[in-house]
């Protein structure tokens, strides 16, 4: 607000326009404030999905509280943003016209939070409606009378404006300001277009709920050494939090103690390199398929004095133990959505594991979610990996009877992490059974009953103080218990010639051996995800298209260089804006399987980092490429090896940017909706900032830095300078006639003497968000255990 601080004062063409501006700059605001409307509604989409299968209620009752309960919302955001700027802008101070001022604010984000709404309930898909999203923020901004005027619109694409909730929001304030008596004589025109406006909005508002209704309607729900521990307790106990701890896993709480491996302490990076660890949630990269999981695992995880072929030959040996060579060629897929069922992605994240050929394995509740035949099947896989005579530890929580016996040894715990059991099951579990009937007071064990169901029940806090006894006292004054501390006193006594478990490098690989595996990965997620790739490419076809024809020829004319710019910055805003949005989800689904990656030492961040920043730029240049193609000969711009070099160079900075920019918010934010809701905020940024709604020169002093820090304006002053800079045509420019070059200088603050600094800034740009990214890619960690 104070970046137009009492424009409205002074009462010319210039300040007219500025005050355009800034009601559009308003609009804009609550367009994108809507933006993480997508992503909320899209994460509720799978719960709805259940409550109607089991019809809880039809799709209207979760349709209507969905919109009335944004209502409050839309009415403090509305009346919070007119209170601060109307009167701080200098807008006129009737009091009618501040209340209608806020009713349109107030429908238009109504409107535009619907129709978000309706566009996450028709698409579902992430990527895919953040893409259509942003296509109709294209539309409808293009079309609101703003950045193209209505009369300079093609006959033929007026229809688009009568269609935008936004020209209606741009009407109604327009006329609510310029229809007041300090600009005109008094008219009854503001209330009755006022009127038309909020009226308009409302009916955007209902039909945009009534799709959203019947896309709930209509929506098809369908969801995709050689000793085996048993680790068991109630929930709470601290089974997982005891299997983080041994596996060095732990990244939050205080831990205490020594570990030690073979009598020698534990060194952690050595550790990851000679051990696994299966996650209770199956996570892997969606794009690839299960043999490519294994022998990326591979790669990075053997040593490197290992060669190709005997690589290769560990992952077929390890799709033969996990029985999954008759998939190996299938994508992965995303969880409950595509690819692999729940049983054979838990059975990918054994086989991802055991590829690395380690001596011990840990496994977080690896039957969890599973029916008894899926669990059956990794227990299978489970006792292969046992037979091969690896130690396997498995945390389990009220498993089946054959799942449990499955087991070797078996150890019990109770509430406060405490040990009740630590030995062997036995046959048929023999001998747990034998120990716990040995405490008087504890009932027999009935016909048929699963051992594990009864186990925990004689357990719980509520029979321990039934028979007035402490379970883990009793376990550490019993024999069982003197005998495990022999053995474990054993095993800690180091044996003559031997060396602690330390290996000379802390990865497998070389930096640039990682870099590569990292690029080929990430080569092969991309080629494979048309939904993030094609989708963007799309997006730049019609976007560019949609540009060449309401700028038709408008560079040739030169008659209002305004409107070219507005083409510019068209493209510039609302293709980064996309390229932004859709990165996010691409890039936070592989942060998951980052972190899993990075505790098992595959490779460092750089090297991950690296890879993923260079990814990007082929698909970039190659959206640079079509831009250019495109707008370039609609608009009408001056055909030359030079100026086009500066368009293509320009655009392709600005991609890169955003890009960099959508990837930095990722990993700095702890979840994908705090970074969807920060990126709507950056885009109010560099929207207000990028010298189109408030030039360069009219920006206040105090925030002129907030300009220079703002890539957009960068980009638009190279697209425009290296464009028209040089030229000294005259035209007539708020009623006066001026040479290109000095209407540039004046109105917009461009020299064409900068291009230089202009085209280093450029590049520095997308290199420091890069780096930045690198940079917390390393340092933060927000998955805690």
Known sequence: MTVYLRTGSTRDALHANYLMGSLFFSIFKLLADGLPELTLTISRIAVFCKQKELYFYPAWAYA??????????????????TLLTYYVIGYSPEFGRFIRQFLIFFA???????????????????????????????????????????????????????????????IGLTANEFFAPRWRKPTSETELW??????????????????????????????KPGVLTA?????????????????????????????????YLKVQETF????????????????????????????????????????????????????????????????????LTTEQRKRLTIAVELVANPSIIFMDEPTTGLDARAAAIVMRAVKNIAETGRTVVCTIHQPGIDIFEAFDELILMKNGGKIIYYGPLGQHSSKVIEYFMSIP?????????????????????????????????????????????????????????????????RYAQTGWEQFRACLWKQHLSYWRNPSYNLTRIIFMCLTSLL??????????????????????????????????????????????????????????SWAYSLAQVLVEI????????????????????????????????????????????????????????????????FYSVVNLFAGYVMPKPSIPRWWIWMYYLSPTSWVLNGLLTSQYGDMEKEILAFGEKKKVSAFLEDYFGYRYESLALVAFVLIAFPILLASLFAFFVGKLNFQKK
């Not at 895919?128 to 005027?149: D, Y």
């Not at 959203?212 to 969801?223: E, I, N």
């Not at 996010?584 to 689904?589: E, G, Q, W």
């Open 64 to 81: 209507i509280p969905s919109a009335i309960l944004k209502t409050p919302i839309s009415f403090l955001e509305a009346f919070l943003w």
């Open 108 to 170: 238009l984000h109504l409107s535009c939070i619907s129709m978000f709404r309706a566009i996450a309930a028709t698409f579902r898909d992430f990527v895919l409606s953040t893409t259509i999203g942003t296509i109709s923020v294209v539309l409808l901004s293009l079309f609101g009378g703003f950045i193209v005027r209505k009369p300079s619109m093609p006959a033929w694409l007026e229809w688009g404006f009568w269609l935008s909730p936004l020209s209606y929001a741009e």
């Open 194 to 223: 006022g009127n038309k406006a909020f009226g308009a909005l409302i009916g955007f508002t209902l039909f945009f709920n009534i799709v959203f209704a019947l896309a709930l309607t209509f929506l098809k729900c369908a969801f």
């Open 231 to 263: 680790l068991m307790g109630v929930s709470g106990a601290g089974k997982t939090t005891l299997l983080d701890v041994l596996s060095g896993r732990k990244t939050r709480g205080d831990v205490k103690g020594q570990i030690q491996v073979g009598g």
């Open 272 to 339: 990851a390199r000679v051990s696994g660890y299966c996650e209770q949630f199956d996570i892997h990269s969606p794009n690839l398929t299960v043999v490519e999981s294994l022998i990326y695992s591979a790669w990075l995880r053997l040593p490197s004095t290992i060669n190709s072929e005997t690589k290769r030959a560990i992952v077929k040996e390890v799709l033969e133990t996990i029985e999954l060579e008759e998939i190996q060629d299938s994508i992965v897929g995303l969880p409950g959505i595509s690819g």
């Open 441 to 505: 007071g504890v009932p027999k064990i009935k016909e048929n009953t699963n051992p594990a169901t009864w186990l925990l029940d004689i357990t719980s806090k509520s029979s321990e103080d039934k028979l007035g006894v402490d379970l883990a006292l009793m376990y550490t004054e019993s024999t069982l218990f003197k005998e495990n501390k022999m053995v474990i006193e054993q095993m800690r006594s180091k044996s003559l010639g031997t060396v602690g478990l330390i290996s000379s490098t």
């Open 547 to 604: 540009c060449g024809l309401l700028f038709w020829q408008k560079a040739k004319e030169m008659l209002i260089l305004e409107h070219i710019f507005g083409s510019m910055y068209t493209v510039v805003l609302f293709s980064g804006i996309n390229n932004c949005s859709t990165v996010l989800f691409c890039v936070a689904t592989e942060r998951n399987v980052f972190y899993r990656e990075r505790f098992a030492g595959m490779y460092t």
């Open 618 to 681: 082929p698909y970039s240049l190659f959206q640079s490429i079509l831009c250019v193609t495109i707008v370039y000969p609609m608009v009408g711009y001056h055909w030359s090896v030079y100026k086009v070099f500066w368009s293509l160079y320009t655009i392709f900075c600005s991609l890169l940017i955003f890009n960099y920019f959508g990837m930095l918010l990722v990993v700095v934010t702890p979840n994908i909706h705090v970074a969807f809701t920060l990126r709507s905020s």
